[in-house]
């Protein structure tokens, strides 16, 4: 059974960071690309980063660069996110989920995904 489980959101103070984690189990993680997403109340999910197999390979939607860092380590099956500078129009559930083609930034193309962890900015 696949699973991927995502921790470490929380309540924040703009300016502030968190790391998010995501430990993914049942499935060949090195095999599959790895991005987060995120959905705030009443939208669609929005993409945030994505990352190769491999790890030397990343993007980012434009309103996070600079502040926000993606990484993976297969050794642990987990990817994470690090979160600096955050701002209260960050605030909403983010998850994250694998696939096993290339990067992309359409949750469509995903095969998996996790049910995400509450990130709260305030202002």
């Known amino acids: 059974q696949v699973q991927l489980v995502e921790s470490g959101g929380g309540l924040v103070q703009a300016g502030g960071s968190l790391r998010l984690s995501c430990v993914v189990s049942g499935l060949a993680f090195s095999s599959y690309s790895m991005g987060w997403f995120r959905q705030a109340p009443g939208k669609e999910g929005e993409f945030v980063t994505t990352i190769s197999r491999s790890g030397r390979m990343t993007t980012y939607t434009d309103s996070v660069k600079g502040r926000f860092t993606i990484a993976r380590d297969n050794a642990k099956n987990t990817v994470y996110l690090q979160m600096n500078s955050l701002k209260p129009e960050d605030t909403a559930v983010y998850f994250c989920?694998?696939?096993?083609?290339?990067?992309?930034?359409?949750?469509?193309?995903?095969?998996?995904r996790g049910q995400g962890t509450q990130v709260t900015v305030s202002s």
């Open positions: 989920a694998a696939r096993t083609g290339g990067n992309s930034r359409y949750l469509y193309d995903y095969d998996y």
